[in-house]
């Protein structure tokens, strides 16, 4: 039984010595000013933005714009959720 805890012992501390070099390293990005994450139009569904924000200014529903453009109802409504907050964020 105690061979395998000494087996994971050096196994985790290696682990946590990745985990440690991730997190400095992800730390000195923000400092440098790096934008970390998905980047803005970057998603397959930002192409179609316009389109699908044009349909919805028409009045079609999310179903009907979804299958317009060849999207899910959700995609849509996360598409005009953003430009919703981007407007009140243009706003204030």
């Known amino acids: 039984m105690s061979k395998p805890l000494i087996v994971s012992i050096p196994h985790r501390l290696g682990r946590e010595e990745a985990l440690r070099r991730i ?3 992800i730390a000195a990005a923000k400092a440098r000013g790096k934008r ?3 980047q803005p139009g970057q998603r397959p569904s930002d192409r179609k933005a316009k389109k699908v924000l ?6 079609l529903s999310y179903r009907l714009i ?3 453009v060849g999207l899910s109802k959700n995609t849509v409504g996360a598409i005009l959720q953003r430009e919703r907050a981007a407007n009140q964020r243009k706003q204030v």
């Open 23 to 25: 997190k400095s390293g």
């Open 36 to 38: 970390l994450g998905r």
């Open 54 to 59: 044009k349909l919805a200014e028409a009045g």
């Open 66 to 68: 979804g299958r317009h």
